[in-house]
């Protein structure tokens, strides 16, 4: 009877364990898909066709089209191959790579000299990679192979293990590393880069199922004398412990996985359900996280295409990763926007067109390119009698493309627009091979149009911190990223995560706590200490009202008087009385035409030169009186100023376009929409996490020496009573 053991490591891969075993049981199997009609193995089986005898150029064809993945190529396309085949590549070292004599009048196909040898020599559908032999020396003993850049990156004389063994290197040499036995010496491990094929659409359809049926039990009402959260998360983990091959720790490890996300998020994130949640890292900056568990190949074509979408909005390249469960997209300080407009960023009709331009930088193309051009023989694997190294295949292989699609490796700055695709049959193929095989471009269509209709249920979330689901996302592997910066340089390092598995605490998880708030908006008013000091309040919020400059300090009518006696401020007579200097006269008379001001004051010419617009003023104003208040809503900015909603609501849109400011229901009672400075919001965030982070910090040194005594004391001597030493341990305890 074969047996199978899964090793999970993570709680994610745990949940995708357990899928995989009721699929099983359920008799459910993975879809296999044939790739259809690949260009650039048509090219190789042409020319050992070719090689091997001559041909007429309709009966090539219709021996193409025998075989069942090339049922519907058409004419069109063989035609293009074999143009490729019989003209090669023009490059600036010449034509090369043309192995096909084509007698177009008579229509016959003839080999090339050498076409046979590369034919032989070169063929097959595996793509190479770039591993190192590893040799043992004396003897040239093929041990095994390492990756190329774990043996670039290793020098004589290390030991690393590899099999059951460990080996000091002796020498480095273009695709050979040579040892010899280190009898046993302590050894490092060396590690590989790969990609494995991500989780099929039928896997994660049962992730989804399970993830559905976990949220159902949460959500069922507690049975007579059960109260709280922990008797459902119990429940959970009953449930759970009944799936076959699922122990007991693991139930429970879920079971309070699913709960504490429950608590964080409202609901479980599934296919029908998606949820975006965005928080401030330690940084200052903003992670933004879509829970998807649709599979890794859809989640990168969705990432690359929003990357590409903030690219172009926000001129800002974004750092995303992307894993079978969700994305993350690293937002800097100039990111502001409603969360619910992401789900909306993308339209089903256009994101095959914004993708393709996205994938043209991202590191999947040129390694395609490469894999493609060497199965079509452009790119020989073996030359002279030995194989080509890969980092000079590496080189080749760019060399080509520049030959064939200059603009992919031209210099942005000297292309207008969308970088035109060729109509090349190579690079076609690379293309279909990124979007479908790579990614899953008509999963992503499908999606986009459910979003669209209304089928798919999409939720927001600002947390203060991220959610139990988004801790995988946010310590993902290299192979999840979409971009080309380094682990260390990863914005997502910045991501505290240390409080969010906790399940005690899990329940205002998405709550800022309201001491926060408030004391980060008596922090943010400007205080004065002397009529300058004064003169600055003025100048960044715009206007003061007579009781704003009371509470500035005790002197502020005195110093309000000195400023007016020396034409720096004065009182406009706006539909509210406001203080304002004169070098914001300008900006207030055109948010306020006709009012006039006393005493009158005369604006520095530096301030009179450009004539204010009166949407620009407003925004100004708005943003002074914003960047001091915290949380405010649009209603109470109304309210203010004596201005117009409309007026108000375009000042905070403009100000949210500059990512000034976000928008969000940020205290706990809040029912209207709220609008705050991010610098400010950033505030709030990290001191509610700090207060979070104060609730398990451990005691002092002192604290618990007092603890220790204490019960040291309740033991010691027959004297003492049981019930006193209860008392004086309970008494220690209650001062830690």
């Known amino acids: 009877?074969?047996?199978?053991?899964?090793?999970?490591?993570?709680?994610?891969?745990?949940?995708?364990?357990?899928?995989?075993?009721?699929?099983?049981?359920?008799?459910?199997?993975?879809?296999?898909?044939?790739?259809?009609?690949?260009?650039?193995?048509?090219?190789?089986?042409?020319?050992?066709?070719?090689a091997c005898q001559e041909w007429d150029e309709q009966a090539l064809y219709e021996l193409m089209r025998a075989a069942y993945p090339y049922r519907d190529l058409s004419r069109e396309e063989f035609d293009d191959v074999l143009q490729m085949l019989a003209e090669g590549f023009s490059t600036r070292r010449g034509r090369r790579a043309a192995l096909v004599h084509h007698d177009a009048v008579n229509h016959r196909l003839r080999a090339r000299r050498g076409t046979a040898l590369t034919a032989l020599t070169s063929g097959?559908?595996?793509?190479?990679?770039?591993?190192?032999?590893?040799?043992?020396?004396?003897?040239?003993?093929?041990?095994?192979?390492?990756?190329?850049?774990?043996?670039?990156?290793?020098?004589?004389?290390?030991?690393?293990?590899?099999?059951?063994a460990s080996w000091?290197?002796?020498?480095?040499?273009?695709?050979?590393?040579?040892?010899?036995?280190?009898?046993?010496?302590?050894?490092?491990?060396?590690f590989w880069l790969g990609e494995a094929p991500g989780r099929t659409p039928e896997l994660s359809r049962a992730v989804s199922s399970l993830r559905l049926e976990i949220e159902k039990k949460l959500m069922e009402p507690p049975e007579p004398g059960e109260s709280g959260s922990g008797e459902a998360e119990r429940r959970v983990a009953n449930w759970l412990?009944?799936?076959?091959?699922?122990?007991?720790?693991?139930?429970?490890?879920?079971?309070?996985?699913?709960?504490?996300?429950?608590?964080?998020?409202?609901?479980?994130?599934?296919?029908?359900?998606?949820?975006?949640?965005?928080?401030?890292?330690?940084?200052?900056?903003?992670q933004l996280v879509i829970h998807s568990p649709f599979g890794i190949r859809l989640n990168r074509a969705w990432g690359l295409a929003l990357r590409k979408r903030f690219c172009r909005s926000f001129n800002f390249e974004l750092q995303a990763a992307a894993t079978d469960e969700a994305i993350v997209l690293s937002l800097g300080t100039q990111h502001s926007f409603p969360l619910q407009d992401v789900f909306a960023y993308l339209s089903s009709k256009t994101v095959r067109e914004l993708l393709v331009q996205a994938l043209l930088d991202a590191p999947m193309f040129a390694i395609r390119w490469r894999w493609n051009a060497s199965r079509a023989l452009a790119l020989p694997r073996q030359r002279g009698g030995h194989k080509v190294p890969a980092p000079l295949q590496r080189m080749e292989s760019e060399n080509l493309l520049a030959a064939v699609f200059p603009d992919q490796l031209a210099c942005l700055e000297n292309i207008a627009g969308d970088r035109v695709v060729p109509h090349h049959p190579l690079v076609q193929q690379t293309?279909?091979?990124?979007?479908?095989?790579?990614?899953?471009?008509?999963?992503?269509?499908?999606?986009?149009?459910?979003?669209?209709?209304?089928?798919i249920q999409c939720l927001g979330l600002d947390l203060p911190e991220p959610s139990p689901l988004a801790h995988e996302i946010l310590n993902a592997k290299p192979y999840a990223f979409l971009d080309n910066a380094p682990l260390e340089e990863r914005r997502t390092q910045a991501v505290y995560t240390r409080r969010a598995g906790d399940p005690s605490t899990g329940g205002d998880l998405g709550m800022l706590d309201l001491a926060a708030i408030n004391k980060v908006c008596q922090e943010a008013l400007p205080r004065a200490t002397n009529p300058d000091e004064l003169h600055e309040a003025l100048l960044l919020?715009?206007?003061?009202?007579?009781?704003?400059?009371?509470?500035?300090?005790?002197?502020?009518?005195?110093?309000?008087?000195?400023?007016?006696?020396?034409?720096?401020?004065?009182?406009?007579?706006?539909?509210?009385?406001?203080?304002?200097?004169?070098?914001?006269?300008?900006?207030?008379?055109?948010?306020?035409?006709?009012?006039?001001?006393?005493?009158?004051?005369?604006?520095?010419?530096?301030?009179?030169?450009?004539?204010?617009?009166?949407?620009?003023?407003?925004?100004?104003?708005?943003?002074?009186?914003?960047?001091?208040?915290?949380?405010?809503?649009?209603?109470?900015?109304?309210?203010?100023?004596?201005?117009?909603?409309?007026?108000?609501?375009?000042?905070?849109?403009?100000?949210?376009?500059?990512?000034?400011?976000?928008?969000?229901?940020?205290r706990p009672d809040a029912v209207e929409t709220e609008w705050c400075d991010r610098r400010l919001l950033a505030r709030i965030h990290r001191l509610t996490i700090n207060k979070l982070r104060a609730e398990i910090e451990p005691v002092s040194?002192?604290?618990?020496?007092?603890?220790?005594?204490?019960?040291?004391?309740?033991?010691?001597?027959?004297?003492?009573?049981?019930?006193?030493?209860?008392r004086s341990c309970a008494g220690a305890a209650g001062r830690v």
């Open 1 to 50: 009877m074969p047996k199978g053991r899964l090793f999970p490591l993570s709680r994610d891969e745990l949940v995708e364990s357990l899928a995989i075993l009721r699929s099983v049981r359920e008799r459910k199997l993975d879809e296999l898909e044939i790739p259809q009609k690949p260009l650039d193995l048509l090219a190789q089986q042409m020319v050992a066709c070719v």
């Open 124 to 164: 097959g559908a595996i793509p190479d990679n770039a591993d190192y032999r590893v040799l043992l020396e004396p003897g040239e003993t093929l041990v095994g192979t390492v990756n190329e850049d774990f043996a670039i990156e290793s020098m004589a004389g290390e030991i690393f293990q590899l099999g059951n």
């Open 168 to 190: 000091r290197i002796l020498q480095i040499n273009s695709g050979t590393v040579r040892v010899e036995d280190a009898r046993g010496q302590p050894p490092t491990i060396p």
């Open 241 to 286: 412990k009944g799936e076959p091959g699922l122990s007991e720790a693991g139930a429970r490890q879920l079971a309070e996985y699913f709960a504490s996300a429950y608590r964080a998020l409202g609901v479980v994130p599934t296919q029908d359900k998606l949820v975006l949640e965005r928080f401030f890292d330690e940084s200052g900056g903003m």
């Open 431 to 455: 293309i279909e091979d990124c979007l479908t095989e790579a990614m899953d471009i008509n999963g992503l269509i499908q999606l986009l149009q459910r979003i669209e209709s209304g089928a």
């Open 541 to 666: 919020l715009g206007g003061l009202t007579e009781e704003e400059a009371r509470n500035l300090a005790g002197s502020s009518v005195e110093w309000l008087d000195s400023l007016s006696a020396e034409m720096r401020a004065g009182r406009l007579a706006a539909p509210r009385i406001f203080w304002v200097a004169a070098e914001r006269l300008s900006m207030m008379q055109a948010v306020y035409p006709g009012c006039g001001v006393a005493p009158r004051l005369i604006a520095p010419s530096s301030e009179r030169a450009p004539r204010w617009e009166r949407a620009d003023a407003v925004r100004e104003l708005v943003r002074g009186r914003i960047e001091v208040t915290g949380p405010i809503t649009a209603e109470a900015l109304k309210d203010f100023f004596r201005l117009t909603l409309s007026d108000i609501q375009g000042a905070l849109l403009a100000l949210e376009g500059e990512g000034f400011v976000l928008r969000g229901k940020f």
């Open 701 to 726: 040194i002192a604290v618990f020496s007092a603890f220790l005594a204490g019960l040291a004391k309740s033991g010691y001597g027959t004297s003492h009573r049981w019930s006193r030493g209860c």
